[in-house]
């Protein structure tokens, strides 16, 4: 299994960023794929995820400003990052996993698998 995530970059707030991740090394469609972010000193965060049914999720301090989606055929997740502000500076990976229940989604611990993450830094 082998997650890639790609986009980030340094816009000022009120600007938008498109984050991928590439999937490779296993059934794309049978795995949820989430997104976190973890800036400096602290924990790693849920941020939005996404079952291969097309229904997603989303951390509420990212609810209208962020969406996620999937394109089955590409192996590709997209997190398009739109108003963005300060504290959405951090590294966001990609996660992966089988068979997450409903209330485990926004759980870290719940996904085995990893991207290397890409940084985000939103200026004021």
């Known amino acids: 299994v082998q997650l890639q995530a790609f986009g980030g970059g340094s816009v000022q707030a009120g600007g938008s960023l498109r984050l991928s991740c590439v999937a490779s090394?296993?059934?794309?469609?049978?795995?949820?794929i989430g997104w976190f972010r973890q800036a400096p000193g602290k924990e790693r965060e849920f941020v939005a995820a996404i079952r291969y049914s097309g229904q997603s999720y989303y951390a509420e301090s990212v609810k209208g400003r962020f969406t996620i989606s999937r394109d089955n055929g590409k192996s590709t997740v997209y997190l398009q990052m739109n108003m963005l502000k300060p504290d959405d500076t951090a590294v966001y990976y990609c996660?992966?996993?089988?068979?997450?229940?409903?209330?485990?989604?926004?759980?870290?611990?719940?996904?085995?698998?990893w991207g290397q993450g890409t940084q985000v830094t939103v200026s004021s």
């Open positions: 996660a992966a996993d089988r068979g997450i229940i409903l209330s485990e989604i926004r759980n870290k611990n719940a996904y085995d698998y």
């Open positions: 090394g296993f059934n794309f469609e049978q795995y949820i």
